[in-house]
């Protein structure tokens, strides 16, 4: 089965809308529990999500929760989601993950031939992508 490296994304009550958001972005398939499907007694934390998952086409694993009550949520810019590879879709996904967020690095040819760019989305997560040129 071997293993895997998939970002874990932390969320302060909204994971349940950036991960249907993802999904549009992406297409896959998304599963979803909240902190009550798995049959948490606290009932502040009964609507958070407490894991979810979303598998996509492309071969990309995205996970996320909503820290529960008690928990220091602490969002910063040390971590960023990395997309590369040769497709078309990485434009496209670069697009859709800009809507309502931020271009900190609008994705263009760089002096390393790809083409790259970086974003944080309307969520505050920071995404990378690279683009790499087609070599003859």
Request: hydrophobic share 35%.
């Amino acid at each position: 089965m071997g293993s895997h490296l998939n970002p874990y994304i932390s969320f302060n009550g909204n994971a349940r809308q950036a991960m249907e958001f993802y999904q549009e972005v992406f297409g896959g398939k998304l599963e979803l529990g909240t902190a009550a499907d798995f049959g948490s007694p606290d009932p502040a934390d009964a609507d958070k999500v407490m894991h979810a998952r979303l598998d996509t086409p492309g071969g990309y694993t995205l996970m996320a929760w909503d820290v529960p009550e008690g928990v220091p949520y602490r969002p910063g810019n040390d971590v960023a989601v990395y997309l590369g590879g040769d497709g078309g879709d990485l434009r496209d996904h670069f697009e859709k993950l800009t809507v309502g967020g931020t271009v900190t690095m609008p994705l263009e040819k760089q002096p390393w031939g790809d083409e790259a760019g970086s974003l944080v989305d309307r969520f505050g997560i920071s995404w990378m992508v690279n683009i790499t040129r087609q070599r003859s």
